[in-house]
């Protein structure tokens, strides 16, 4: 069992930047895959980035230049800081992971382990 443990959403104006964190805790492996996805009402959940334990990393082309997912290890966290947002960035932000093995997927199916969701609101 996993547990995933998210922070640091808010609202924020247009061109403004925001970090979100992610801490995990339970049965963790040092080999693993976690990712960041958002989702607003009545549309599918979408994979923003993605990082496994080996340090690559993955995004979607909306947020590429903008976004950039990292990882403390020594704490157990997940990062997300996001800059340059814009209003079309407004969405539930939400934390997974997988553990004992090593790709950084954004398809939401990949992932058996999802923090609650921090609201991000940006506002023109």
């Known amino acids: 069992q996993v547990q995933l443990v998210e922070s640091g959403g808010g609202s924020v104006q247009s061109g403004g930047s925001l970090r979100l964190s992610c801490a995990a805790s339970?049965?963790?492996?040092?080999?693993?895959?976690m990712g960041w996805f958002r989702q607003v009402p009545g549309k599918e959940r979408e994979g923003v980035a993605a990082?496994?334990?080996?340090?690559?990393?993955r995004y979607a082309d909306s947020v590429k230049g903008r976004f950039t997912i990292s990882q403390d290890n020594a704490k157990s966290t997940l990062y997300l800081q996001m800059n340059s947002l814009k209003p079309e960035d407004t969405a539930m932000y939400y934390c997974?992971?997988?553990?004992?093995?090593?790709?950084?997927?954004?398809?939401?199916?990949?992932?058996?382990?999802w923090g609650q969701g921090t609201q991000v609101t940006v506002s023109s």
């Open positions: 990082i496994d334990s080996t340090g690559s990393t």
């Open positions: 997974a992971a997988r553990m004992g093995v090593a790709l950084p997927v954004r398809q939401r199916e990949w992932y058996n382990y």
């Open positions: 339970g049965n963790t492996y040092n080999t693993y895959s």
